[in-house]
C-alpha cells in the first residue's frame, strides 16, 4: 500500500518552454501533497505544499508563479514548470499524506533537464 | 520548527549492525520522528516512524529516549544494498524541513 507515482520520470525540455510533472496516489486519498527540489549531492527541499482543493502554499524564496501547483483531486497533484531555464534543472520529488500530520509517501522523483 | 542534526557519513562491513543518531532538540510535543532512505535518483522510501520508546519492524529498529531530544535509527546485519542516505525528519504539521541526511557506505 501508500504508493506514489510521478510521471514523467524524466524530462529534457528547451529553454523557455513548460513542462508539468504528475503526481499521483494509486491506493490511497491524499488530503496533502509536497514538491520538493533535490540538486545533486544535496537534500530535498521542500518547495510547496498543497491541500487539496486549496491554494498550495509556498516555501520562502519559491517562485509561485513559476511553479505552479494544482491539487484538484484527492489522488493528482501537478507541478508546471513555467518559461523553465537551465538553473531549473533539478531532481523534483512530490510526497503524499493523507493529512497534514500523517507520513509521507514519496513517489520516484521526476529528472527535469532544461537544455 | 525542530531542526534535525545527524552525521554526515558512515562506513560499516556487512553483516554488521549499524546505529545512526539524529538529534532533535527543539522537537514539539505532537511531532514524529521518521526515517527515509534513500537510493540515487530515487524517491525517498518510509523506513520507521515513532514517538516514543522503541518500535520495531521488519527492516529497523528505532529507539527515541524518554525526552525525545534525539533518536537513533538501527539497521540489524547490514547488506551492500543497504548503501544509501539515510534521512531523519520530525514531522510537525506542515513544516517539512530535511536535514543533509546521512550517507551510509556498506563494505564488503
Known amino acids: 500500500g501508500a504508493v506514489v507515482s510521478q510521471h514523467p520520470s524524466w524530462v529534457i525540455c528547451k529553454s523557455g518552454t513548460s513542462v508539468k510533472i504528475e503526481c499521483r496516489s494509486l491506493d490511497f486519498q491524499a488530503t496533502t501533497m509536497f514538491w520538493y527540489r533535490q540538486f545533486p549531492k544535496q537534500s530535498l527541499m521542500l518547495m510547496a505544499t498543497?491541500?487539496?482543493?486549496?491554494?498550495?502554499?509556498?516555501e520562502q524564496g519559491v517562485e509561485k508563479d513559476k511553479f505552479l501547483i494544482n491539487h484538484a483531486s484527492l489522488t493528482l497533484s501537478t507541478l508546471t514548470v513555467t518559461s523553465a531555464h537551465p538553473e531549473d534543472s533539478s531532481f523534483y520529488i512530490c510526497s503524499a499524506s493523507e493529512g497534514t500530520a500523517d507520513t509521507q509517501y514519496f513517489g520516484p522523483g521526476t529528472r527535469l533537464t532544461v537544455l | 520548527l525542530a531542526k534535525t542534526t545527524q552525521p554526515i557519513s558512515m562506513d560499516s562491513y556487512e553483516g554488521q549492525e549499524v546505529n545512526i543518531t539524529c538529534s532533535h532538540n527543539n522537537i514539539a510535543t505532537n511531532d514524529y520522528i521518521t526515517w527515509y532512505q534513500q537510493f540515487p535518483s530515487q524517491g525517498p522510501r518510509f523506513i520507521i516512524q515513532?514517538?516514543?520508546t522503541k518500535v520495531t519492524n521488519e527492516v529497523a529498529s528505532l529507539f527515541i529516549p524518554a525526552d525525545r531530544k534525539s533518536s537513533t535509527l538501527s539497521l540489524p546485519r547490514v547488506s551492500l544494498s543497504d548503501t544509501a542516505v539515510y534521512y531523519c525528519l520530525v514531522e510537525s504539521g506542515q513544516n517539512f524541513v530535511f536535514g543533509p541526511g546521512t550517507r551510509l557506505s556498506v563494505l564488503p
Open positions: 498543497s491541500n487539496e482543493g486549496s491554494k498550495a502554499t509556498y
Open positions: 515513532g514517538y516514543k
